[in-house]
């Protein structure tokens, strides 16, 4: 084994310029992958957190009577996904706005009447809150006499399910790419260190020297290579994470979210991921080669 690990560190360091364009396309490649696996990770965050606080306002016709809101919050109440429901009568309402504009307070001054209805405010259990069962709920509280409008933010909420739908198709188009573009690299790169040592290797070959014996330095080769370019990928990426967070706390209200860098488990999957690039480099290589 020692003597493997010899031999693949010596082709290394025989071949510099080949196995620097090796290890520098599968930091790129990893440097890719982990930016969208790392965006892919806070954008859950982030919507996760939202989805904790979703909820539905549902506003009432005018002139229901104010004995029937208690039978109507338990109707409300009993349908299946709905966490806790909440009354606010429309003169609270106009306080909480009155309160929330309290700069544009002249807009209030010449107002005769509280133009703003009765309403419920509705949260959902967690299982409840995606954009199928939330329209589901909206439509069964459009179904009742009193409710007037139902409101949860319907565009934006599609919009932005769809566009990280979108994202995550995209992430996973370049993810392979970037794969196969590695593989390809590795593969040549070894295929040419191949070809300059054929002579010695058809004399191994000769003398009774196993295919094993052969292909162990070139796949522990393409280990190297590939724990080298996934170290170097995840040290950039690290590098521009801090920056960029550094600049996201001193833009943005402390608090308002957080934005957090991969896992120990992640970031040893992703060297993992990387040496396998290099070996199945190497093994689509060795396997044209020997044939």
Same mark, same amino acid.
């Given at each position: 084994?020692?003597?493997?690990? $010899?031999?693949?560190?010596?082709?290394?360091?025989?071949?510099?310029?080949?196995?620097?364009?090796?290890?520098?396309?599968?930091?790129?490649?990893?440097?890719? @992958?982990?930016?969208?696996?790392?965006?892919?990770?806070?954008?859950? #965050?982030?919507?996760?957190?939202?989805?904790?606080?979703?909820?539905? /306002?549902?506003?009432? $016709? +005018?002139? @229901?009577?104010?004995?029937? *809101?208690? #039978?109507?919050?338990?109707? *409300?109440?009993?349908?299946?996904?709905?966490?806790?429901?909440?009354? *606010?009568?429309?003169?609270?309402?106009?306080?909480?706005?009155?309160?929330?504009?309290?700069?544009?307070?002249?807009?209030?001054?010449?107002?005769? #009447?509280?133009?703003? +209805?009765?309403? &419920?405010?509705?949260?959902?259990? %967690?299982?409840?809150?995606?954009?199928? $069962? @939330?329209?589901?709920? %909206?439509?069964?509280? =459009?179904?009742?006499?009193?409710?007037?409008?139902? #409101?949860?933010?319907?565009?934006?909420?599609?919009?932005?399910?769809?566009?990280?739908?979108?994202?995550?198709?995209?992430?996973?188009? /370049?993810?392979?790419?970037?794969? /196969?573009? %590695?593989?390809?690299?590795? %593969?040549?790169?070894?295929?040419?260190?191949?070809?300059?040592?054929?002579? =010695?290797?058809?004399? /191994?070959?000769?003398?009774?020297?196993?295919?094993?014996?052969?292909?162990?330095?070139?796949?522990?080769?393409?280990? !190297?290579?590939?724990?080298?370019?996934?170290?170097?990928?995840?040290?950039?990426?690290?590098?521009?994470?801090? &920056?960029?967070?550094?600049?996201?706390?001193?833009?943005?209200?402390?608090?308002?979210?957080?934005? $957090?860098?991969?896992? +120990?488990?992640?970031?040893?999957?992703?060297?993992?991921?990387?040496?396998?690039?290099?070996? !199945?480099?190497?093994?689509?290589?060795?396997?044209? &080669?020997?044939?």
């Amino acid at each position: 084994m020692i003597f493997y690990y $010899k031999r693949a560190l010596q082709d290394i360091i025989d071949h510099k310029f080949l196995n620097a364009i090796t290890i520098i396309t599968i930091a790129i490649s990893i440097l890719i @992958v982990s930016a969208f696996s790392l965006f892919f990770v806070n954008a859950n #965050e982030i919507i996760n957190s939202w989805k904790k606080g979703i909820r539905i /306002m549902a506003y009432l $016709k +005018p002139g @229901v009577p104010e004995v029937k *809101i208690p #039978e109507l919050k338990q109707k *409300i109440k009993r349908i299946n996904g709905i966490q806790d429901v909440r009354f *606010i009568p429309k003169s609270k309402a106009l306080q909480l706005l009155k309160k929330q504009m309290k700069r544009q307070s002249s807009l209030f001054e010449n107002l005769k #009447e509280n133009p703003l +209805p009765d309403a &419920f405010e509705i949260r959902l259990i %967690a299982s409840s809150q995606n954009q199928d $069962k @939330v329209e589901i709920i %909206a439509t069964r509280l =459009e179904s009742f006499p009193q409710v007037d409008e139902v #409101e949860y933010g319907k565009k934006w909420l599609g919009r932005f399910t769809n566009f990280f739908n979108l994202f995550r198709l995209i992430g996973y188009a /370049m993810g392979g790419l970037f794969f /196969m573009a %590695a593989v390809l690299i590795v %593969a040549n790169t070894i295929r040419l260190m191949l070809y300059s040592r054929r002579e =010695e290797v058809e004399i /191994m070959r000769l003398v009774g020297a196993t295919d094993r014996f052969i292909k162990a330095p070139f796949y522990i080769q393409g280990l !190297i290579q590939g724990t080298f370019g996934g170290i170097i990928g995840i040290t950039i990426l690290f590098i521009t994470f801090m &920056f960029i967070s550094s600049s996201v706390d001193q833009g943005f209200s402390p608090g308002l979210f957080t934005i $957090k860098f991969l896992s +120990p488990g992640a970031f040893f999957g992703i060297i993992l991921y990387s040496m396998f690039v290099g070996w !199945i480099g190497c093994y689509i290589s060795l396997k044209q &080669f020997l044939k």
